[in-house]
């Protein structure tokens, strides 16, 4: 039977594993940033999503993305117990206003969340520097640096793209028929996955 309060336990300092106080903070930062974006994104496919919307290579490319930041903050948290430390989560908001209206507006806002992203991460790898943790730093450049630079690269790509096509119906069609051929991996493709499913239930 659980008690209402329970016994002040752990206690004391944790011993033996050289985290610094200030490196798990940032690194509790990090993960909030990333549940940020894992929020936007779920928004975001949800919306492209709609019958009124229609957009299924948006709406699989952002459901991607959600997934992606998932797993990130799933890896941080591990980390951060791993190294003895204490998970703290932050409250995340939504996005002031969801409805995306258009993919530019979609993707120019990914865009600053991906490069809000890094520029956390280059923060978290010199606090870790700082007290010289070098088992943090290696996590953060091995794990997330590069990944996290191309997909800076990727969605800025993207933006450039759509700011040329403007609002033409049948160059947002294009648009999206080639981000759902070419950027989105087989499991989040939604037309494949319903494709499947109708072929299941006939079954």
Known sequence: ???????????GKRSGFDFHDETEAVINEQINVELKAFYYYLSMAAYFGRVDVALPGCESFFMQMHHEEHKHVLKFIDYVKMRGGKVHLCAVSSPDDQDWKCPLHAFKTALQLE??????????????????????????????????????????????????????????????????????????????????RRKHDEY
């Open 115 to 196: 490069i809000q992203i890094s520029k956390k991460l280059v923060a978290v790898n010199a606090i870790a520097e700082k007290h010289g943790d070098l088992n943090a730093s290696d996590f953060i450049i091995t794990d997330f640096m590069e990944d996290q630079m191309r997909s800076v690269n990727e969605i800025g790509r993207l933006v450039t793209v759509l700011s040329g096509i403007g609002d033409q119906a049948l160059a947002r069609f294009m648009f999206d028929k080639d981000l759902l051929e070419s950027y989105v991996m087989p499991d989040f493709n939604v037309l494949r996955n319903k494709s499947q």
């Open 1 to 11: 039977m659980c008690i209402d309060k329970p016994m002040k336990w752990p206690i």
